[in-house]
Antibody, heavy 115, light 107 residues
Framework: QVQLAQSGSEVKKPGASVKISCKLSGYTLTDLSILWVRQTPGNGLEWMGGFAPERDETIYAQKFRGRVTMTEDTSTDIAYMELSGLRSDDTAVYYC????????WGQGTLVSVSS | EIVLTQSPGTLSLSPGERATLSCRASQTIRRNFLAWSQQKPGQPPRLLIYAISSRATGIPDRFSGSGSGTDFTLTISRLEPEDFAVYYCHQYDTSVTFGGGTKVEVK
């Protein structure tokens, strides 16, 4: 049984950074590709990036390139997503998801950006 | 970027009725990498269908997917009370993009 357990809600000021963790259990990070998706009322579901096994690298959506960094610690099976230069329109629920079919989802992390 | 357009935006039906949801792509999805998910309030989406027509583990056979090229359909043969939710298509052929969703509501 694959489970993805995300870190808790965050409140940030504009311009700050946020780093969300995603603990995988039931598999190891070497077995699955982890992607990050966010959901906002205005823009619906947005893919931010993820590990592409056919390229053996993490790829990022153009919209977030330069502001987002996705990393993985295979010793603990924890994936991280850090988003910098936060703006009010980055307020969203952020999800880690396993596999490109979006097979397994974390429970989501609410990030609120407000001055 | 492949743009996915879902229609209708809202579908009002009664339990037991058939639901037909559409997802149209702005360009051909070459590797059949088109999926459907269901989302209920306060929950993350749940994968229903991947590779156009393959049901994910544990998904009832009243859910079926079809289509090719740029036009895809999710069909729910007989709506159960738990099927009233928002449905999203997404393609994972070229990066990932999502449709805007179709809400299936009780008539």
């Amino acid at each position: 049984q694959v489970q993805l357990a995300q870190s808790g809600s965050e409140v940030k000021k504009p311009g700050a950074s946020v780093k969300i963790s995603c603990k995988l259990s039931g598999y190891t990070l070497t077995d699955l590709s982890i992607l990050w998706v966010r959901q906002t009322p205005g823009n619906g579901l947005e893919w931010m990036g993820g590990f592409a096994p056919e390229r053996d690298e993490t790829i990022y959506a153009q919209k977030f390139r330069g502001r987002v960094t996705m990393t993985e610690d295979t010793s603990t099976d924890i994936a991280y997503m850090e988003l910098s230069g936060l703006r009010s329109d980055d307020t969203a629920v952020y999800y880690c998801v396993a596999e490109w079919e979006l097979l397994y989802w974390g429970q989501g992390t609410l990030v609120s950006v407000s001055s | 970027e492949i743009v996915l357009t879902q229609s209708p935006g809202t579908l009002s039906l009664s339990p037991g009725e058939r639901a037909t949801l559409s997802c149209r792509a702005s360009q051909t999805i070459r590797r059949n990498f088109l999926a459907w998910s269901q989302q209920k309030p306060g929950q993350p989406p749940r994968l229903l269908i991947y590779a156009i027509s393959s049901r994910a583990t544990g998904i009832p056979d009243r859910f079926s997917g079809s289509g090719s090229g740029t036009d895809f359909t999710l069909t729910i043969s007989r709506l159960e009370p738990e099927d009233f939710a928002v449905y999203y298509c997404h393609q994972y052929d070229t990066s990932v993009t999502f449709g805007g969703g179709t809400k299936v509501e009780v008539k």
